[in-house]
């Protein structure tokens, strides 16, 4: 662990403003900076992956490690921050993990096999229920930043993989692959090594775009479902 | 001799898209399987064409600077995409989508190129729905839509402020599936260091593995260029922090020339700088320009008493307040295109009503819809429409179902709830019309390399409208160049892999590994960001939202000695072979001092202003932008010569066949 002292933060600076500042001063001593993965800032990319004072993103909530305000710390706090933490996610340098466990879970099923072809069906022609078709949108703003692993004690990934898996159970277009999707991708996720849910709803609370519990109960049936049907 | 050959078929524009598809070579099942195709970037455009190749049996690399294909910054578009569906029944058409673009773009892009966007355009929201894309619906479970800037019709589809999200997604699901099945290799955390040319054609690149810093060769039978725009020049912008112009810059440097380098998209509604710290802005949706009204404070004295606190925007009542936009241009009001709304945000400001502590701020008002949206919902469900507090309760959830990722940003960033206060907002850079230089089937002028998505030029003249990125990077990927690269990869077939041990790789790799070398040895005293602020400032200030002869012919000398000072001064700390942001950093940098002057000089040599590119010395009495069709009428495309400075300009001339040239008119 290493402790930096840094003056001149203003309330209105983001957290990776301030992560800025340190790195500015720290390259201008000819010594490196501390390497985090960033991109967008705006809270859709989800390359953040800081673990701040214990919790995933930091104190906020709903909000991603980019989004995370210097006023929500008060002057003279020691922050304490970590790499997303977990077995699964590899550290590369300093803050910067490993998350390609996440894509070979999507690799194992996280799409609907349909070619692009420029004659598929009109967009209109099976309407969907409105509910669902929001349920399965809420389900889809899944950012993929593994703050639901680096939270659990498990390091489970449920809750990244019922939201795709529920993404696509809620639809109809999802339903042709649905039995082998769930079964695959469940099968991965345990190949990779993450834990099991205890349902403790952890995630939930530190997810930064509030995906909902409700996808792990859906994916949980699906999986049965599947099971007992092939 | 210019090499500009726009390769557009015969015959009438709605009929060339299908006669080219039916006219243009073919390569075998059997033969796709012994073609190699690299595409660098996963954006929609890169992540689409990646999919749709390997769907069709070629064998794709792809490449990525991110930790996944999954974070382009695609990811962060937000209103929507564009489709001549006319599910609304309010007229929409191909044509009208086609003419609008070439509008919007103020007749400075290709009608044909246009034409086939707008084509294909219905096609792409049948293939992403069939993907599993949840874009918003009505209670009758159809497809919703929304209205953006510079149209009359409501043809945008959107899933909340998220479409980007969701459409990159669908391409991101459907290269998964190419990647299960073998047919795409994916590198990650990879970047494109240059481009290998072997006998004039492209047939590979040098990487840099980002992790460990190893330097790779990559050999193909096309490379196709999915790298994205450079709005990052301006260091602020609303480009994630890796965005970057390398990719495009080095194929440039190789051969392929850059078309309108100075076609710039500022967009009006993007949260205010706070401060020297600001390391990027964010945007906030031209959707909402659906609801939100803009203004400023008639007087003066209202406008300063705002910018010290004394007065909240609330207290003012409507006579008090100038819906700028509204009282300029009736016809459209609050929707008119970006590059209309920005200037004239900032012509507010420059006279004095800006409304935040830097002076550099309007106001978003989403009151009036509040109320609007309150009493529609109280009538439908028979309560009392004139309950204000009611209305109110009522008139916010709508609208949170409408924007609420928006709000809830917003409220993250300025610490405001713009529920019960206006936003504030300015205008930012957001995307760049300008880029590499291609003809019909997407190629740029060196043989084999390709450019697609917001890398190339073509579809939105000097301005591009709201939601048509989405449309124009899906378009590209999914529907143009899987059918075009083929006319190019039909030579190809008995060529049998490409080696990546010849003299070409080995010169190529030595120039990137000596360029390497020289920023880690070179132990200045600057940081790369000190370097990149200062570029940002003199092309903001010079090259921004307005622009003329002096400021142009100053910025290139500026950014002349800056570079020449940053190769003097530039401190990049740690190695070369292990994960080293300021390494990547240096390296971009240094190419966005290159087309830094390049972008200068076009905007020089464009007398006239059109669009994005407004030039003081060409405007109306009303202050509007005054194009000069007679000598304009054409494309610049630059072909590099040794120097930004020596550049060479060839014209490619633009033809209007099927829209008249006239005035653009929003009032």
Redo the contacts between chains.
């Keep these: 662990m290493v402790s930096y002292d840094i003056d001149n933060i203003?309330p209105?600076?983001?957290f990776?403003?301030m992560m800025?500042?340190l790195n500015?001063e720290?390259?201008?001593q000819?010594?490196?900076?501390v390497?985090f993965?960033?991109?967008?800032?705006?809270?859709?990319?989800?390359?953040c992956s800081m673990f701040i004072n214990g919790e995933a993103h930091g104190p906020?909530r709903?909000?991603t490690t980019c989004?995370l305000?210097m006023?929500k710390f008060q002057d003279g706090d020691t922050i304490f921050i970590e790499p997303f933490r977990s077995n699964t996610f590899p550290v590369?340098?300093d803050l910067?993990v490993?998350?390609?466990s996440?894509?070979r879970i999507?690799?194992?099923g996280?799409?609907?096999?349909?070619?692009?072809s420029?004659n598929?069906?009109?967009?209109?022609s099976i309407?969907?229920?409105?509910n669902k078709?929001?349920k399965?949108?809420d389900a889809?703003?899944c950012?993929?930043c593994g703050a639901c692993v680096a939270t659990c004690k498990n390091s489970s990934a449920m809750l990244f993989v019922s939201a795709k898996v529920s993404?696509?159970s809620l639809?109809p277009?999802?339903q042709v692959e649905a039995n082998e999707r769930v079964l695959n991708m469940v099968k991965q996720m345990d190949d990779e090594g993450f834990g099991n849910c205890t349902n403790t709803g952890a995630c939930e609370v530190e997810c930064p775009k509030g995906i909902s519990l409700e996808n792990i109960a859906r994916m949980n049936r699906d999986y049965l479902k599947a099971k007992f049907s092939s | 001799m210019s090499k500009l050959n726009s390769k557009i078929p015969k015959g009438p524009i709605s009929e060339k898209w299908t006669n080219h598809k039916n006219n243009i070579r073919l390569v075998s099942p059997a033969n796709k399987r012994q073609i190699d195709v690299i595409v660098v970037g996963t954006g929609l455009a890169g992540g689409?064409a990646s999919?749709?190749l390997a769907?069709l049996g070629y064998n794709v690399k792809s490449f990525c600077f991110?930790?996944?294909?999954?974070?382009a910054?695609s990811?962060?578009a937000q209103g929507g995409i564009n489709a001549a569906?006319n599910?609304q029944g309010d007229g929409d058409s191909v044509y009208r989508l086609f003419y609008d673009t070439v509008k919007g773009g103020d007749y400075r892009s290709r009608e044909a190129n246009v034409y086939r966007l707008a084509e294909?355009s219905a096609?792409i929201?049948?293939?992403?729905?069939?993907?599993?894309v949840?874009?918003?619906?009505?209670?009758?479970?159809?497809?919703d839509n929304r209205s953006f800037g510079g149209v009359l019709v409501s043809r945008t589809f959107y899933?909340?402020g998220?479409t980007?999200?969701?459409l990159l997604?669908g391409a991101?699901?459907?290269m998964?599936?190419q990647?299960?099945r073998g047919k795409i290799q994916?590198y990650?955390r990879h970047e494109m260091m240059d481009l290998v040319l072997v006998d004039g054609k492209a047939r590979g690149i040098i990487t840099r593995n980002l992790?460990d810093g190893k330097i790779e060769r990559h050999s193909a039978h096309a490379v196709v260029i999915a790298s994205g725009g450079y709005g990052n020049l301006f260091y602020l912008s609303t480009n994630?922090?890796?965005s970057n112009v390398s990719a495009s810059w080095k194929i440039h440097k190789k051969g392929a020339y850059f078309a309108n380098p100075c076609f710039t998209q500022i967009h009006p509604t993007c949260i205010p700088v706070?401060?020297d710290?600001?390391?990027?802005l964010?945007?906030m949706s031209e959707s909402l320009r659906n609801d939100g009204r803009i203004w400023v404070p008639k007087s003066k004295s209202d406008a300063a008493a705002i910018r010290e606190g004394k007065l909240k925007p609330t207290d003012l009542s409507e006579d008090e307040r100038d819906y700028y936009l509204e009282r300029r241009y009736p016809a459209f009001g609050n929707l008119v295109p970006r590059d209309v709304a920005s200037r004239a945000a900032k012509e507010r400001c420059d006279a004095g009503f800006g409304v935040n502590k830097t002076g550099e701020a309007v106001f978003l008002d989403f009151a009036s819809a509040i109320i609007r949206y309150g009493k529609e919902k109280a009538h439908v469900k028979g309560l009392n429409e004139n309950d204000e507090k009611l209305v109110q309760e009522l008139g916010k959830e709508i609208i949170k179902s409408k924007y609420g990722n928006l709000f809830?940003?917003y409220e993250?960033?300025v610490?405001q709830n713009p529920y019960d206060t206006p936003m504030m907002i300015y205008p930012a850079v957001h995307y760049t019309m300008g880029g590499i230089w291609v003809d019909y089937n997407l190629m740029t002028t060196i043989p084999g390399c390709f450019a697609i998505g917001e890398a190339n030029f073509s579809d939105h003249g000097a301005n591009r409208l709201g939601a048509s990125a989405l449309m124009q990077g899906l378009a590209d990927g999914?529907?143009v160049l899987?059918y075009t690269i083929g006319d190019y990869l039909a030579d190809d077939i008995r060529t049998g892999p490409i080696s990546i041990h010849s003299k070409e790789f080995d010169e190529a790799e030595k120039l990137v590994k000596d360029k390497i070398d020289y920023l880690i040895n070179n132990?200045g005293?600057?940081?790369v960001?000190y370097f990149h602020k200062k570029l940002g400032k003199i092309i903001w200030n010079k090259c921004g939202m307005s622009r003329n002869e002096k400021g142009l012919k100053e910025a290139i000398n500026e950014i002349k000695s800056l570079r020449e000072d940053f190769y003097k001064k530039v401190?990049v700390?740690?190695n070369a072979n292990?994960?080293n942001?300021?390494l990547a950093k240096a390296i971009r940098v240094s190419d966005f001092l290159e087309l830094g002057e390049l972008f200068a000089k076009d905007a020089l040599e464009r007398s006239e202003s059109c669009g994005g590119h407004f030039r003081e010395e060409y405007q109306s009495k009303e202050g509007e932008a005054m194009r000069d069709d007679k000598n304009f009428t054409f494309v610049s495309a630059w072909e590099y010569n040794g120097q930004p400075s020596n550049a060479i300009l060839h014209k490619e001339d633009l033809k209007y066949e099927n829209i008249e040239l006239k005035t653009r008119s929003y009032k």
């Design positions: 203003s209105d600076m983001s990776l403003e800025d500042v500015e720290l390259t201008s000819g010594l490196d900076p390497a993965d960033h991109d967008c800032r705006e809270g859709i990319c989800g390359s906020d709903l909000v989004q305000h006023r590369i340098k910067v490993d998350r390609s996440f894509d999507q690799h194992a996280g799409f609907i096999s349909i070619n692009t420029g598929t069906q009109d967009a209109n309407p969907i229920d409105k078709a929001d399965a949108f889809a703003t950012i993929g993404q696509f639809l277009q999802g | 689409s999919a749709t769907e991110q930790d996944s294909p999954r974070r910054h990811i962060a569906k599910y294909v096609n929201i049948d293939q992403c729905v069939a993907q599993g949840p874009f918003a619906r009505d209670y009758g479970g159809l497809l899933a909340k998220q980007g999200q969701q997604l991101y699901s459907a998964n599936r990647i299960a994916m990650n992790i994630a922090m890796g706070s401060g710290h600001q390391s990027k964010t945007l809830q940003m993250k960033i610490d999914y529907f899987p132990k005293s600057k940081t960001d401190l700390p740690g292990s994960f942001e300021s």
